[in-house]
């Protein structure tokens, strides 16, 4: 297929004029008189440079990659349909609809994009971060940055040391049961071939501890009312989890919230000060 650019051009620059700053997690600043988002702003939000993005929108440059068409997608905060246009503009097939995909629901992300002072991520079924808040990165480290099998905290959870140190040692036995359980119901849920069925081919070769526990057929774990994080720098945080489930995608908004003028809350807000920067 081949990139209709004027089109691609066309699309993406009337998306960018339809969007406020506010509309993705921007402020607006005092003296703004550009209609809608500027060129860098975008850029900014799929994570490339202002020339690569201009280039586009100038019908200019190489076809972008799927991966690229991706990021501007999601910075852009199009929906599914609107992603799939572009792909089609770009000359590229649109992957097959169905749950467990990469992209965020526009309605999900502006929820995400308003809790600056809370500790949230966007997950999948599978457990895969696709997007945190700041203080998120700072309670438990850019869990986005993760590849292949290891982008499911079930994965590493079996497999990664550093992960369990994140989380207090007493619930460690709980935890294991919990992600071995979840895994076991997605699986099922999501049949042989799938990527659920995958992780447990994989963690029953490399972990002993996953064997023992799968082989309890174990389903309805879920996890404790809070949440007990070990963190490297402020110590120990309890936190309650509220979770908004996006059904269409599978997808789970997860928010951490501490009780107002616990030990917790004070830790918090420093992070919140901190940010992801470990303390000297």
Known sequence: METDRRA??????????SLQPEDVGLARGPRRRTRGLRREEVA???HMSTDYYSRIEQERGPQPSVQMLAAIAQGLHLTLAERDHLLLLAGHQPPARGVGGDHISPGLLRILDRLDDTPAEIVTELGET?????????????????AGPARSIGYRWFTDAATRARYDPAEHEHLA????SGLREVAALRGPGSRASELVELLSAESAEFRRIWAQHEVGVRPNERKRFVHPEVGPIELSCQVLIEPSESHSLLVYTAAPGSESAEKLALLGVLGSQPLL
């Not at 691609?8 to 004029?17: K, V």
């Not at 696709?130 to 993760?146: I, S, Y």
């Not at 049961?177 to 071995?180: K, Q, T, V």
């Open 8 to 17: 691609l051009a066309a699309f993406l620059r009337t998306r960018r004029e």
């Open 44 to 46: 900014m939000l799929a």
């Open 130 to 146: 696709l997007r945190q808040t700041p203080l998120g990165v700072a309670l438990t480290g850019d869990l986005t940055r993760f």
């Open 177 to 180: 049961r919990m992600f071995a």
